[in-house]
Structure formats: C-alpha cells, structure tokens
C-alpha cells in the first residue's frame, strides 16, 4: 500500500496574522468566541483550508461560514 504525502507549507508570521484576521472577522460577526469550541474548530478549518491552497481572504471567510458538518 503506498502512501501519498502532501508537502505543507511553513506557516509564517505573515500567513498567522493573515489567518488570525480571518479568524477574527468570522468569529466577531457570528458572535463566536475565538476559544470556543466553535470558535477553535474554526480555526482548525481555516488553517486546513489555507494548507489545501485557498489563499483568497474572501473566499476563505465564505468556507468558514459554510457548514459541511452539520452543525454551524
């Protein structure tokens, strides 16, 4: 069985400050702690959206507000 490794890329300051703003703005306008559960799973999405090759801050506050689990 072979095993197919996606490369990731360094997460610097720069792309931090650009997430954490994202993450900011998503969680002020759905009244969301940052440390919420909600609000860390969030984060979580953002950051793997982010390493999937999204890069456009809109579209990625579009994936955030967007609910493919089930539950906002």
Known sequence: MTRTVWPKEVLTSDT???????????CSAARCSRDSDLGM????A???WF??????????LGLLSE???GAA
């Open 41 to 44: 799973a969030k984060a979580k």
């Open 16 to 26: 931090m400050n650009f997430l954490d703003g994202i993450h900011r703005d998503w």
């Open 51 to 60: 390493e999937f090759g999204v890069r456009d801050r809109d579209e990625l």
């Open 46 to 48: 953002l950051v793997d």
């Open 67 to 69: 609910d493919f689990s």
